[in-house]
């Protein structure tokens, strides 16, 4: 995620860091960088004989919007009624974003692609893959990863949150529908710039001073909790809430047509 920057990355790439209109090669950039670490992570793993008799599990973090139209799903046709759009002129007033255009990294309730996470799983047994490449399209969560871990292990007696995966994964188990609760980051709705960062950095963090590590200040959790978006999530339908000075407007989303 942003700054889309790694130790090779030069002056010049990491540049424009705060542009999101220039963000996009840098992200692709970024993009072929982890592909190449996962290729070296998963050779280094069979070289070694960690796939022999194994449950593969690749779980990326959450998304990231680039400011691209339809980047948040709120389609301006479709979302927005006769009247003034009281959510529209939030955005203007709080993140100088447009309606249908966002832009972070967990940081947007409204814009799906900052909330989907890659999730993948490869069976071996006998240094042989036994599972078959599929797709399922049914909504999973993280609480669903240690219950599916329990399964592959054989240990029933754990208590989870989650739905165990592994039927689906190996049998095309039809899933559950669930509806899930999701909250944002922190400091979401920011237009970000060196000086607002900075600014930003001095509000809500201090560094210790008998060890020189960064930390968040704990007199302004408080504050960093009123700023968050939360929403429930549950088939097509999002019900999301966004923090406007001491109260919270709701917004109400269908996903498959803005």
Known sequence: HWPYAWAAS???????????EKRGQLYIEALKQVDQQVNKLLQTLQKYGYLDNSLLILLSDHGEALYLPGSRQTDPLAYQGPGASTFADYLQRKTSTAL??????????????????????????HNRVRTTPKIINTRVALIDLAPTIFAFLGITNQHADGFPLLNAIQRNE??????FIMESGMLPNQF??????RELGKKFFAIEPYNGQLHLRKDKIA?????????IIEGDWVLALYPDDGGYI???LHLNDG
Do not use: W
């Open 10 to 20: 030069s002056p010049s790439q990491v540049d424009d860091e705060y542009n999101i």
């Open 250 to 252: 709701p917004v109400t």
């Open 192 to 197: 970000l710039t060196r000086e607002k960062t």
């Open 174 to 179: 039809q899933l559950p529908e669930r509806a």
């Open 100 to 125: 249908e255009m966002s832009v972070g990294h967990g940081s947007d309730l409204l814009s799906a692609d900052q909330y989907h996470c890659l999730l993948a799983f490869k069976i071996y047994e």
């Open 223 to 231: 504050n960093l909790d009123k700023e968050k978006l939360y929403a």
